[in-house]
């Protein structure tokens, strides 16, 4: 960690959801995609030359690690981090995996961050 600007943990949610775990760790170590619920962390210098979290209302957090990764490399911890599967339990689990990468895909084609925050509902 001491050569990398930045980091994540892997995940782990709080009701066990095994293939999604390992397709999250997978992503995470193969593509270097993060997202917020694996805890990103920075050095405060990093993360004041990257110009700390961009006001978008979606993928903010994506976006940052994306940054902080550009300015200096990104960790991912073989430690995991505890997560809610709330969001899974709440609108199925199928649904909010296919909404997730129906979401990221649309934002690696550069549409809006303002378009993509309609097609995630709030957790319940």
Known sequence: LEHHAAGAFR????RPRPATELLVNLRSRALGIVYGDQAIFARRSAFEHV?????????EDRDLAARLRRAGGFAIVPLAVTTSARRHRGGGHLRTLVRGWTIQILYALRVSPE????LYPPVR
Request: hydrophobic share 45%; charged share 30%; net charge positive.
């Open 11 to 14: 995940i782990r949610f709080d």
């Open 51 to 59: 110009g700390g979290f961009r006001p978008i209302p979606i993928m």
């Open 115 to 118: 378009r993509l925050a309609r």
